[in-house]
């Protein structure tokens, strides 16, 4: 039996346990941030968090996040949002794993062209 807390659920909404995740902390912190894209790249191991979210991320790219909270589209957003604008080429090599369309990058170009701060 899974212990539904400690699981991604892909039927309904994601695990809220994100909900409470310092993402602030992470993005500004170096070393963290680097061993959470590495475990996405599967170059390096994964905390059960970053487990998680590795889990998480092909369906919500898939479904545009139609199972997340509202914080978690809100994270998502910031997420991409530094990535995009601050490491491209880490951005670059999750967009290839997980949007090779590139569907995000695109709606963020032009959601800041037009000057708005969501996607």
Known sequence: MVDSRQSPRLDGV?????????????LIQERLLNNYIKCLESAGPCTPDAKMLKDILPDA??????KCTEKQKIGAEKVT?????????DWERLEKIYDPEGTYRFKYLKSKANGNKSL
């Open 14 to 26: 994601y695990n809220e346990k994100f909900d409470n995740v310092d993402l602030d902390e992470i």
């Open 61 to 66: 790219v898939l479904t545009d996040c139609t």
């Open 81 to 89: 949002r530094h990535l995009i604008d601050n490491r491209p080429n």
